[in-house]
T-cell receptor
């Protein structure tokens, strides 16, 4: 069983700060990695995908992948209260579909 | 562009009653389709997936079943609901296995 580990949080940051969310995984063979955001009572929405050892930036979001250390992270710059949500890390399982972590709750205080 | 429709948004059902949740995808052909469940405080649990019409794979033994009668239609069913079937049910699609998933809006099911 491939595992994806995330700190459940909550991670509390003040408005305007950088939020750093981390995810570790067990399978060295995973090639595709995804970050989803899920507001309470809503479905997950894709934020970013990352496939190579590098940083990938999209607006205020930066995804970082380190396959040697088996972790992937998501940085949110200039955090806003509207960023308060649960962030799910997911990766390809090499089987049927993506494997998801249980998510980290982020709270951004005004 | 592709869109996914899932209904109903909320559902309250008595124990022992049947269930039918429907999901349709527009704007793409031959998508991979998935049913997930998210119980309160827990992660996403894959229930079923389908790579084509009539092809259903089950991930977790349970009293639920799935069907794909048309290319872009995926149905989740139960003959008799249990209390433990309560949860947030999500339909999703992808263009290929192990590729990014796009989720429907979900159905909050409460079995009482």
């Amino acid at each position: 069983q491939k595992e994806v580990e995330q700190n459940s949080g909550p991670l509390s940051v003040p408005e305007g700060a950088i939020a750093s969310l981390n995810c570790t995984y067990s399978d060295r063979g995973s090639q595709s990695f995804f970050w989803y955001r899920q507001y309470s009572g809503k479905s997950p929405e894709l934020i970013m995908s990352i496939y190579s050892n590098s940083d990938k930036e999209d607006g205020r979001f930066t995804a970082q992948l380190n396959k040697a250390s088996q972790y992937v992270s998501l940085l949110i710059r200039d955090s806003q209260p509207s960023d308060s949500a649960t962030y799910l890390c997911a990766l390809d399982s090499g089987y049927s579909t993506l494997t998801f972590g249980k998510g980290t709750m982020l709270l951004v205080s005004p | 562009s592709q869109t996914i429709h899932q209904w109903p948004a909320t559902l309250v059902q008595p124990v022992g009653s049947p269930l039918s949740l429907e999901c349709t995808v527009e704007g793409t052909s031959n998508p991979n389709l998935y049913w997930y469940r998210q119980a309160a405080g827990r992660g996403l649990q894959l229930l079923f997936y389908s790579v084509g019409i009539g092809q259903i794979s089950s991930e977790v033994p349970q009293n639920l079943s799935a069907s794909r009668p048309q290319d872009r239609q995926f149905i989740l069913s139960s003959k008799k609901l249990l209390l433990s079937d309560s949860g947030f049910y999500l339909c999703a699609w992808s263009l290929a296995t192990n590729e990014k998933l796009f989720f429907g809006s979900g159905t909050q099911l409460s079995v009482l």
